[in-house]
RNA sequence: GGCCACGUGGCGGAGUGGUGACGCAGCGGACUGCAAAUCCGCGUACCCCGGUUCAAUUCCGGGCGUGGCCUCCA
């Protein structure tokens, strides 16, 4: 079965074609650990852990190397532990900030249902191989040193701006920003800069002697080669870091290592609002991936993980979403619905073949959850469908072995005492044989009144009632 | 100002040059003592205006609206 995907360095659906099927390489560019995580960041860490799931599928788990980087290296990190800890080094206060910071975002994901990428590369672990790719481009004319800082040369790229679509003469038109005195081009981009004294500092490059830090695209260059090679299959990312981030990176790596391509397969995930507004601090809206799961900040409930991956997933990754609490409730309803259906279903060997097409198709989660449905149909009735349903669900990351109760996280549950209410359940269905409905319905009234609700059922074989219940909210 | 996305029924959301995916909600029916659950059925939806075409929601042009990037925000 062959893959789909749309490549942003095209604007097309292509077949996918990795270089090496028994080594399939992906990179995606991961957070700035200076904060918590917030919503839109979660998106491309589901999104690209579902295509993770899915080329793993296809080429077998041993096969596949996703790697997904931590930027420790930032001003926004340097700013957060300045204010902090303000009576600590300043290192000292940035190694707190950034520890603290990727312990939270590792533990938010793993709810999300995420799993751990192949390799997780952090920015301060790769100063020399971003130093050595300073060098290379240098060397070979695209870069140059000036007042301690080493630039890139866009004019020394004929195609810079592909990625992107845009051209030099476009980008230099609609610049609003003043250009730094140093840059021979006002396109032309930081890869190694000065640090102040306290800040964090390396050795420079480049015969430079004063100590410097990367600039903030240069570290993708220098961790997907290392990790993948100089071109490698598929870089994900979110669509607003198509420019500069991503072009740059392409700049920086196909110009250091003389290459046609860095990866052949762009791709990147739309952009998402909150209540039909852009998140933002100032509009407080702004939410965080552990207020969701933690708080009742949105939609005055907590939301278990998987209930937010579904509401992620209901959504094509490259359509711009939404994210509200209704979308929410009816994304926690849904999954509710398949607990009740696959809690004992023995799981089928592989998730439904459908499914895997409908991904396959450019990720179409929509058009595979619809067959999900579909699979949920016939498993009310099917315990082999249960089980391939519980299956798909399993490998889509929908399902964890969670229970309603799990599901239902944080919604307000009345403290039922199981004892009392099956002996109103057997008074019920006593009265009922009676034919004393005033009375049995009366104690249905009783139980609805507790927040316990009731199913009817004839046993198939005897005929008998059989009432089950469960607590309603 | 430049570049780029998106605009589908009450809501969410796929998709397609010609028989209206799917989910939620709603309505009708079956079942039930009545319900709940379940099952069956039900919707003249494709922002506006032109154009191409035998035929456009789907292609092209223009407009309007929302959003993104151009300022190290996924």
Partial sequence: MSLTLYNTLTRRKETFEPIDPARVRMYVCGPTVYDYAHIGNARPVIVFDLLFRLLRHHYGAAHVTYARNITDVDDKINARAAADYPDLPLNEAIRRVTSATEKQFHDDIAALGVLPPTVEPRATEHIEEMKRLCEALVTRGHAYVAQGHVLFDVSSMPDYGRLSNRSLEEMEAGARVEVAPYKKGPMDFVLWKPSKPGEPAWPSPCGIAEPGRPGWHIECSAMSEKHLGPIFDIHGGGIDLVFPHHENEIAQSRCAHGTPVMARVWMH?????????????????????????????????????????????????????????????????????????????????????????????????????????????????????????????????????????????????????????????????????????????????????????????????????????????
């Fill in 269 to 473: 995930n739309g952009f998402l609002q909150v209540e039909g507004e852009k998140m933002s601090k100032s509009l407080g809206n702004f939410i965080t991936i552990h207020e969701l799961l933690e708080t009742r900040k949105f939609g005055a409930s907590p939301w278990h993980g998987r209930v937010v991956r579904l509401a992620m997933l209901g959504t094509h990754y490259r359509q711009p979403i939404d994210w509200t609490a209704e979308r929410l409730l009816q994304a926690r309803a849904t999954l509710l619905d398949f607990a009740d259906l696959i809690a004992s279903a023995e799981p089928a060997a592989a998730p439904n073949a459908d499914v895997i097409a409908a991904l396959s198709d450019d990720l179409n989660t929509p058009s595979a959850l619809s067959i999900v449905h579909g699979l949920a149909k016939s498993a009310r009735r099917n315990p082999e469908a249960a089980g391939e349903l519980r299956a798909t669900l399993e490998f889509m990351g929908l399902y964890g072995g969670e229970t309603r109760s799990d599901l239902n996280v944080g919604v307000e549950s009345v403290n039922v005492d199981a004892a009392q209410i099956e002996a109103l359940v057997a008074a019920r269905l006593a009265a009922r044989k009676a034919k004393d409905f005033k009375e049995s319905d009366r104690i249905r009234d009783e139980l609805a009144a507790l927040g316990v609700s009731l199913k009817d059922a004839k046993d198939p074989k005897s005929g008998e009632i059989i009432t089950t219940w469960e607590v309603a909210r």
